[in-house]
């Protein structure tokens, strides 16, 4: 991970907008994949760790109380970022999961659940609007795969 704690990206209009209507609605882009085998956990959190490097404000907090609202990078990591779930029980895990949000103020702004059972993963991302619209988040998703 690069070293980058407390290094301010400008918010923009639209993220302040996002953060002020945060109190209404759901500001959040919640996403499940479901696979036919197991994940490999290493591989994917060495993803994340390269896809938040390539993306900080994945791994920032965004911040209004020092002037100008900005984001601040926080050093999150994967390990901050992605959960294991094992049950026996994968769609009620997935039911809980995926109503999950990030926390704009403390970050990170995405949370990958793995949504284990014996034989098969689910996948359950959710990301802060606010970073990306869908088509973004699509792309995020795809750099991710690679």
């Given at each position: 991970m690069?070293?980058?704690i407390n290094q301010k990206y400008k918010a923009e209009v639209w993220d302040i907008m996002q953060f002020l209507f945060s109190k209404f609605n759901d500001h959040q882009i919640h996403c499940v994949i479901r696979l036919d085998e197991k994940l490999n956990e290493n591989r994917l959190r060495c993803a994340v760790d390269l896809?938040?490097?390539a993306f900080p404000l994945i791994?920032?907090?965004f911040v209004e109380d020092e002037g100008t609202p900005?984001?601040?990078d926080a050093g999150f990591a994967a390990k901050d970022i992605?959960?294991?779930r094992e049950t026996n029980?994968?769609?009620e895990e997935l039911q809980k999961v995926i109503v999950s949000k990030t926390?704009?103020?403390?970050g990170p702004q995405m949370l990958l659940y793995i949504v284990r059972t014996k034989s098969a993963d689910s996948l359950c991302v959710i990301i802060n609007h606010m970073l990306c619209d869908g088509a973004g988040f699509k792309e995020l998703l795809y750099l991710m795969s690679l």
């Open positions: 690069l070293d980058t896809l938040i490097d791994r920032s907090r900005c984001w601040k992605v959960f294991l029980h994968p769609e926390d704009t103020v403390r």
